[in-house]
C-alpha cells in the first residue's frame, strides 16, 4: 500500500489525533475532516491518503473510496492551485454563467475538473454556490466572486495564474492556495474566518423591508404579519 514518508506520516498523524479527538463518541464521523486534511499534503485524495484515513479510523479503504468519491470537493486526481467553480445553474446560466464558462473553457484550453498545464487553475461547474443573489457567481478555492461577466473571468484566472494577490468580494480579503485551504477545512483556522463582510447589500434587502413595513415571522408579536399573516386573516374571513 503507498505510504508517506516519516516526517510526512508524524505530522499527519499528529494532525488527525486533534481531529479525532474532536469526535470521542463516533471517532469515524472525523472521516469528512481528515480527507480534507490529506488534501491539505497532496492536493487531491491520494492512495496513501486513503490508506491514512483507513487505518487512523479503523475503516476499510473501500469504505474510505466510497466516501471520497460521493462529495466533488474530494478530488481523485491532483487538484490546481485553485479550483474555479462557475456556477451553471439555472439563475446564474441566465445571468451570464453560461456565457462565462464558455468563455473560461475556451480562454483556458481546457473542461470541467480539468487543469491548467502550469498546475494553477483547475475548472469546475458548480451546481450553485449558493449566493445566487449574486448571480453570476465565480468562487475561487469556495470564496466569492459575485456579480462576474466573461471579461472579469478572465482576468481573474489571468491573475491567478501570474501568481497575483485576488481579492474575493466577501468574506476573507485573500484567496489561498487549495492546499492551505483544505487544512482551513479540516479544522486548522487560518486566522482568515472573520475579514470582510459575510451578507451583502441583496442579501440584506429582505432584512431591511421587514423592518421597514414591520413585517414579523408567524408567532412572533403575537398575530402574524405580512405576507404570512395577511394570508393567515384572508383564511380567517372565508371561515367567517
Ligand atoms: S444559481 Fe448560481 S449561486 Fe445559486
Redesign the pocket.
Given at each position: 500500500m503507498a505510504s508517506y514518508d516519516a516526517q510526512t506520516l508524524a505530522r499527519l498523524e499528529a494532525d488527525a489525533a486533534q481531529v479525532v479527538a474532536r469526535y470521542p463518541e463516533h471517532p469515524r464521523s472525523a472521516l469528512l475532516p481528515l480527507l480534507h486534511l490529506v488534501q491539505s499534503v497532496d492536493g487531491y485524495v491520494s492512495p496513501a491518503g486513503i490508506g491514512f484515513c483507513a487505518q487512523t479510523l479503523g475503516l476499510s479503504t473501500a469504505e474510505v473510496s466510497a466516501v471520497a468519491t460521493f462529495y466533488t470537493q474530494y478530488k481523485r486526481h491532483p487538484n490546481g492551485t485553485y479550483t474555479v467553480g462557475v456556477?451553471t445553474?439555472?439563475?446564474?446560466a441566465v445571468m451570464g454563467?453560461d456565457a462565462i464558462w464558455a468563455e473560461l473553457t475556451e480562454h483556458l484550453g481546457i473542461g470541467n475538473d480539468e487543469t491548467t498545464e502550469d498546475g494553477a487553475v483547475t475548472l469546475e461547474r458548480v451546481e450553485?454556490?449558493?449566493?445566487?443573489d449574486y448571480?453570476?457567481?465565480i468562487m475561487v478555492n469556495w470564496e466569492f466572486f459575485d456579480n462576474q461577466t466573461p471579461s472579469s473571468a478572465t482576468a481573474l484566472v489571468d491573475a491567478l495564474r501570474a501568481g497575483e494577490p485576488v481579492h474575493p468580494t466577501r468574506g476573507a480579503d485573500r484567496v489561498v492556495s487549495f492546499r492551505e485551504t483544505e487544512r482551513v477545512l479540516a479544522g486548522f483556522a487560518d486566522g482568515h474566518a472573520n475579514e470582510g463582510p459575510g451578507a451583502g447589500e441583496p442579501t440584506l434587502v429582505g432584512l431591511r423591508l421587514a423592518a421597514e413595513k414591520r413585517w414579523t415571522a408567524p408567532g412572533e408579536a403575537g398575530e402574524p404579519d405580512g405576507p404570512a399573516g395577511a394570508r393567515k386573516r384572508g383564511a380567517k374571513r372565508e371561515e367567517a
Open positions: 456556477c445553474n439555472t439563475l446564474c454563467g450553485c454556490n449558493a449566493a445566487c448571480a453570476p457567481v
